[in-house]
């Protein structure tokens, strides 16, 4: 079938069933979903003719990950969301098994999207598999047409990198040149980035391998993102298969960030170490992009491979975190939620000065759908914390652990309601004896964002719909200095800021 036919295909497929899950329980107020169905990782996040487009992994006939095709929204304020018609099938022979993960950048006027063009050529995705690279353009945002060069990039180097896992093109412009770097292993499984270089976009010449894996880094980097960052040189990646090191690293996957320096001339980027992007439980295959306000955006899947997703049942299945603006701050890569989300703030509420000894609930404070923001002076005490999506026996809850001794700020959700449990950690100092909390929750989400942007943590919670109360609790005397809080989202309920535009 042709590329345009594949495309309405998909179109009908989730025209009716979408209308369906606007009352679901789980359905989220104010974060990108696809309107049905299986999604993962964010792809060609980027900002065209005035307005973000973002693009994602989705299956349009299936909650199960599978026949990947790129579903497409766009918006004005990274708040409200437009819906539009997927932008890629496959259709081709280089990539009649899968549109995977990629990136766009804008050229005379139009949208070049670079994707990896997935191929399976016996019955172990593992092994038996053919990835190529290439691109799709379009002049409205919206049309997009596979060019006639594809693939562009037809095989991986010679050298020490696998024939095979070579995919997730992300495109820059650095001077004179296009750079892509594009995730890769070793032919002995260790994770590493590849580096291309182009004058046109459509010609493209290997470099170097710009990075690769040193001690516990994973076999395989996937979705790889650089760029510049006040003056500093980022790397981002997932690779797959850290272990877990004490208290860090206990999801499947990882997605983490390195400082370093790029040499351009090289194509070799000099770092040591990474660091984790996200310390929650849902946090994978993040790419920034660069808005006409300067800002670096960062979006991520909200979900984590091979986790149990309860939303199955209503037939959609993964979600993308909150955008967020990343930046540096006294040498610390810092993160926090987009301003523009404040225009979803209503019902505010507000307190001050309030002990608590042992537990305590405020009145009015409560629901499935919110903004928190706190500080809380630790006074003597060690242990304290709230829980949030409380029942009224407690018997559901998702508590949130600020333990002083170990200087580590825990997420537990065991008793969250639905869905896998379990507990992650990050490590975390008060400053002036002050802890200061953004909780984001939204009907199936928890996003925390810890010390104003120093640290952050995800997860998908999938608790009943009581189980909407806070608690604060303390083992010995903590103050609320202040408090704020506003319901986010439609006041008549519904999802805020998604609207299908279907053609
Ligand atoms: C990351 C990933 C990418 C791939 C895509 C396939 O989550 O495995 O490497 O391109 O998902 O959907």
Same mark, same amino acid.
């Given at each position: 079938?042709?590329?345009?036919?594949?495309?309405?295909?998909?179109?009908?497929?989730?025209?009716?069933?979408?209308?369906?899950?606007?009352?679901?329980?789980?359905?989220?107020?104010?974060? /990108?979903?696809?309107?049905?169905?299986?999604?993962?990782?964010?792809?060609?996040?980027?900002?065209?003719?005035?307005?973000?487009?973002?693009?994602? !992994?989705?299956?349009?006939?299936?909650?199960?990950?599978?026949?990947?095709?790129?579903?497409?929204?766009?918006?004005?304020?990274?708040?409200?969301?437009?819906?539009?018609?997927?932008?890629?099938?496959?259709?081709?022979?280089?990539?009649?098994?899968?549109?995977?993960?990629?990136?766009?950048?804008?050229?005379?006027?139009?949208?070049?999207?670079?994707?990896?063009?997935?191929?399976?050529?016996?019955?172990?995705?593992?092994?038996?598999?053919?990835?190529?690279?290439?691109?799709? /353009?379009?002049?409205?945002?919206?049309?997009?047409?596979?060019?006639?060069?594809?693939?562009?990039?037809?095989?991986?180097?010679?050298?020490?990198?696998?024939?095979?896992?070579?995919?997730?093109?992300? $495109?820059?412009?650095?001077?004179?040149?296009?750079?892509?770097?594009?995730?890769?292993?070793?032919?002995?499984?260790?994770? !590493?980035?590849?580096?291309?270089?182009?004058?046109?976009?459509?010609?493209?010449?290997?470099?170097? /391998?710009?990075?690769?894996?040193?001690?516990?880094?994973?076999?395989?980097?996937?979705?790889?993102?650089?760029?510049?960052?006040?003056?500093?040189? /980022?790397? *981002?990646?997932?690779?797959?298969? $850290?272990?877990?090191?004490?208290?860090?690293?206990?999801?499947?996957? !990882?997605? *983490?960030?390195?400082?370093?320096?790029?040499?351009?001339?090289?194509?070799?980027?000099?770092?040591?170490?990474?660091?984790?992007?996200?310390?929650?439980?849902?946090?994978?295959?993040?790419?920034?992009?660069?808005?006409?306000?300067?800002?670096?955006?960062?979006?991520?899947?909200?979900?984590?491979?091979?986790?149990?997703?309860?939303?199955?049942?209503?037939?959609?299945?993964?979600?993308?975190?909150?955008?967020?603006?990343?930046?540096?701050?006294?040498?610390?890569?810092?993160?926090?939620?987009?301003?523009?989300?404040?225009?979803?703030?209503?019902?505010?509420?507000?307190?001050?000065?309030?002990?608590?000894?042992? @537990?305590?609930?405020?009145?009015?404070?409560?629901?499935?759908?919110?903004?928190?923001?706190?500080?809380?002076?630790?006074?003597?005490?060690?242990?304290?914390?709230? @829980? *949030?999506?409380?029942?009224?026996?407690?018997?559901?809850?998702?508590?949130?652990?600020?333990?002083?001794?170990?200087?580590?700020?825990?997420?537990?959700?065991?008793?969250?309601? @639905?869905?896998?449990?379990?507990?992650?950690?990050?490590?975390?100092?008060?400053?002036?004896?002050?802890?200061?909390?953004?909780?984001?929750?939204?009907?199936?989400? $928890?996003?925390?964002?810890? !010390?104003?942007?120093?640290?952050?943590?995800?997860?998908?919670?999938?608790?009943?719909?009581?189980?909407?109360? $806070?608690?604060?609790?303390?083992?010995? @005397?903590?103050?609320?200095?202040?408090?704020?809080?506003?319901?986010?989202?439609?006041?008549?309920?519904?999802?805020?800021?998604?609207?299908?535009?279907?053609?």
């Amino acid at each position: 079938m042709k590329h345009s036919e594949q495309i309405l295909r998909a179109t009908e497929s989730i025209r009716d069933k979408r209308r369906e899950l606007e009352d679901d329980e789980w359905r989220l107020h104010y974060h /990108v979903t696809a309107p049905v169905f299986w999604m993962n990782d964010p792809n060609g996040f980027s900002f065209f003719q005035n307005e973000y487009h973002l693009f994602y !992994q989705h299956h349009p006939y299936s909650t199960e990950w599978g026949d990947i095709h790129w579903g497409h929204v766009k918006s004005r304020d990274l708040v409200h969301w437009e819906h539009l018609p997927h932008a890629l099938a496959p259709s081709e022979p280089y990539d009649q098994d899968g549109c995977f993960s990629g990136s766009a950048i804008e050229k005379d006027g139009k949208l070049f999207l670079f994707y990896t063009g997935n191929r399976w050529t016996g019955k172990n995705q593992d092994t038996d598999l053919k990835q190529v690279q290439c691109i799709a /353009v379009s002049e409205d945002g919206e049309n997009f047409t596979k060019i006639a060069e594809n693939p562009v990039i037809s095989q991986p180097p010679e050298g020490d990198i696998h024939p095979n896992h070579f995919r997730d093109p992300k $495109v820059w412009k650095q001077g004179e040149h296009y750079y892509c770097v594009l995730g890769s292993q070793t032919n002995h499984r260790v994770g !590493q980035v590849l580096l291309y270089r182009s004058s046109d976009l459509l010609t493209w010449e290997f470099m170097n /391998v710009a990075a690769r894996g040193k001690g516990n880094m994973g076999y395989m980097w996937e979705c790889p993102d650089f760029f510049q960052l006040d003056g500093q040189d /980022v790397l *981002v990646m997932s690779p797959q298969g $850290v272990e877990p090191e004490g208290e860090f690293y206990h999801n499947l996957h !990882q997605a *983490v960030y390195a400082l370093g320096d790029l040499n351009l001339t090289k194509g070799e980027f000099d770092f040591d170490s990474f660091h984790p992007l996200d310390y929650g439980f849902d946090f994978y295959a993040p790419q920034t992009t660069l808005d006409n306000k300067g800002r670096r955006i960062l979006i991520a899947w909200m979900a984590m491979w091979e986790s149990d997703m309860p939303e199955r049942k209503d037939h959609w299945a993964g979600a993308m975190t909150l955008p967020r603006e990343i930046y540096f701050e006294n040498n610390q890569l810092k993160c926090l939620p987009v301003k523009e989300l404040e225009s979803l703030r209503h019902d505010y509420l507000h307190f001050e000065n309030i002990l608590v000894e042992e @537990k305590v609930t405020l009145d009015g404070l409560e629901g499935d759908s919110m903004e928190i923001n706190v500080v809380i002076d630790a006074m003597e005490t060690t242990q304290f914390g709230v @829980k *949030v999506r409380c029942n009224d026996l407690f018997t559901e809850q998702t508590i949130l652990t600020y333990d002083g001794e170990n200087q580590l700020f825990s997420m537990n959700r065991d008793n969250s309601g @639905k869905g896998p449990g379990g507990i992650r950690k990050a490590p975390l100092s008060l400053k002036n004896n002050l802890l200061n909390l953004k909780i984001f929750i939204d009907r199936s989400s $928890v996003e925390v964002f810890l !010390q104003e942007g120093e640290k952050v943590m995800s997860a998908r919670i999938y608790p009943g719909e009581d189980a909407n109360g $806070v608690q604060f609790f303390s083992d010995r @005397k903590v103050k609320i200095v202040k408090l704020e809080k506003w319901s986010l989202g439609n006041r008549g309920g519904g999802i805020a800021g998604t609207v299908l535009v279907m053609h």
